[in-house]
């Protein structure tokens, strides 16, 4: 599903922000990124959202390869993935309806696709009550519940969260994590880049430690490691 072999992405002079790097995810597993700050996570994740072109080595994502893609076709590619940031990126003028709706609407779904999928993920993500409400209503706890949906709705085969919890209570981080982890549970690839020790600490799931560009430790059920 992911597959990155001796993958390096360099800025100028000094470290690559990613060195080397060789990757394997499974379709349907879920992994959790960690590392301090400028470990390289968030180069990670733009490389595979083909934000970032890679200096050096083969990215491989659902059956694509990302070097050398025509710019014509990053959207197409896009499609498959399925995008959450630390913070929300909803679109303040719009309802809970409407931010969900915007995802299907950009890739040209008919009217009767979204008035019948967008109500489905809302119930997926216990939102189903709040379609009419904007973004300044919600918690952020239902913040991030809309941006799970929205990234969910095109149903994509893999699902990148950078920092999911970062702006959200423990309780709350806690219940956005289980709730990824059904969206795994029902067959989404989950790749979590996160600082939570706590949140990797109790979910036993593999962890890919990352220090200076390095992938430095890949563990199943690992914990959370300093560097």
Do not use: C, W
């Not at 994740?45 to 390869?65: A, Y």
């Not at 890739?107 to 300044?136: N, W």
């Not at 239902?142 to 969260?161: G, H, K, S, W």
């Not at 690839?189 to 020790?197: A, E, S």
């Amino acid at each position: 599903m992911i597959d990155l072999v001796d993958v390096s992405k360099s800025y100028g002079k000094g470290l690559p922000a990613v060195n080397h790097a060789n990757l394997h995810v499974e379709k349907g597993e879920f992994v959790f990124v960690v590392g301090s700050s400028g470990s390289g996570k968030s180069t990670l994740i733009k490389l595979l959202m083909k934000e970032l072109d890679s200096t050096s080595g083969k990215i491989t994502v659902s059956g694509e390869r990302l070097e050398g893609m025509k710019h014509r076709r990053i959207a197409k590619y896009r499609r498959k993935l399925g995008v959450v940031f630390q913070d929300f990126r909803l679109l303040r003028d719009r309802n809970v309806y409407e931010n969900v709706a915007f995802a299907q609407r950009v890739i040209g779904r008919p009217t009767r696709v979204i008035r019948k999928r967008v109500p489905e993920i809302l119930q997926e993500v216990g939102l189903a009550g709040k379609y009419k409400s904007f973004p300044d209503e919600l918690s952020g706890g239902e913040q991030q519940r809309v941006a799970i949906a929205r990234a969910l709705v095109n149903r994509p085969d893999i699902l990148l969260a950078d920092e999911p919890t970062g702006n959200l209570d423990p309780k709350t981080s806690e219940e956005i994590m289980a709730l990824l982890e059904e969206i795994n549970e029902r067959g989404t690839t989950v790749l979590v880049v996160t600082h939570n020790k706590d949140i990797v600490n109790s979910m036993k799931k593999r962890v890919v430690t990352m220090h200076e560009g390095n992938i430095i430790s890949d563990e199943e059920e690992g914990g959370y490691h300093e560097a």
